[in-house]
């Protein structure tokens, strides 16, 4: 399959997915916009396992960081080059403490900058900047319903440089409540792939 045709079927799953998880275009406070088409395929992988538009994760599958993998743009504004372009990845969870009562949505679990697809590994992405907020393995209860955790990866602005109290503490409580879409307006940053996963407990049961 060609990579063109590759995004297209990934763009299609996705915008079925969320559509389905009531994070379709332009409903989930302007962090997707509504006329949003990813171009490029992010891939998301704990443990080897993919994270596939929505699929189930424990809390046990997900203590460590995951893989994060994506190719360069297939196309890119005028004056970009794949060379030149760097990503950020957003990971933050819209039902938290629980989906009923988002009341602290959204909590902020990774904040990843300065990714660049490698021309000579595909897919391979390498890390140029420090992270502004280290992983925080999403933890929801037992007796909560799963939740949903969006990946979110856009394209940095030339000369982006953040610092970690730009983005807020690390403190558990001091990553609740962050304006995702605010933060993203005043750094200029240009969404053009997500993923995303439901996550449960352990000891959840359906």
């Known amino acids: 399959m060609s990579t063109t045709a590759s995004l297209d079927s990934f763009a299609q799953t996705l915008a079925r997915s969320l ?6 275009p332009g409903s989930a406070e ?9 171009t490029t395929r992010l891939r998301i992988q704990f443990d080897g396992r993919d994270v596939e538009h929505g699929n189930l994760f424990r809390v046990r599958e997900v203590k460590l960081a995951p893989f994060v993998s994506f190719e360069a743009e297939v196309s890119l504004c005028a004056g970009d080059s794949s060379g030149e372009a760097s ?6 969870d819209p039902d938290a403490p629980t989906p009923d009562d988002p009341k602290f949505a959204y909590w902020r679990h990774w904040v990843l900058p300065g990714l660049k697809p490698l021309a000579s590994a595909e897919g391979i992405v390498a890390q140029t900047k420090p992270v502004l907020t280290e992983y925080l393995a999403p933890g929801p209860k037992d007796d909560s319903k799963p939740h ?18 730009d983005v807020g503490g690390e403190e558990f409580v001091q990553r ?11 750094h200029q940053l240009q969404l053009v792939s997500v993923n995303w996963m439901k996550g449960a407990g352990d000891g959840w049961k359906e």
């Open 87 to 92: 990503y950020m990845l957003l990971l933050i």
């Open 148 to 165: 949903r955790y969006l990946f979110l990866l856009f394209r940095e602005p030339h000369g982006l440089a953040l610092t970690k109290e």
């Open 30 to 38: 302007a962090l997707i916009p509504r006329e949003f088409t990813p």
């Open 19 to 24: 559509a389905e998880a009531n994070l379709a």
């Open 176 to 186: 609740r409540s962050f304006d995702a879409a605010k933060f993203v307006e005043q």
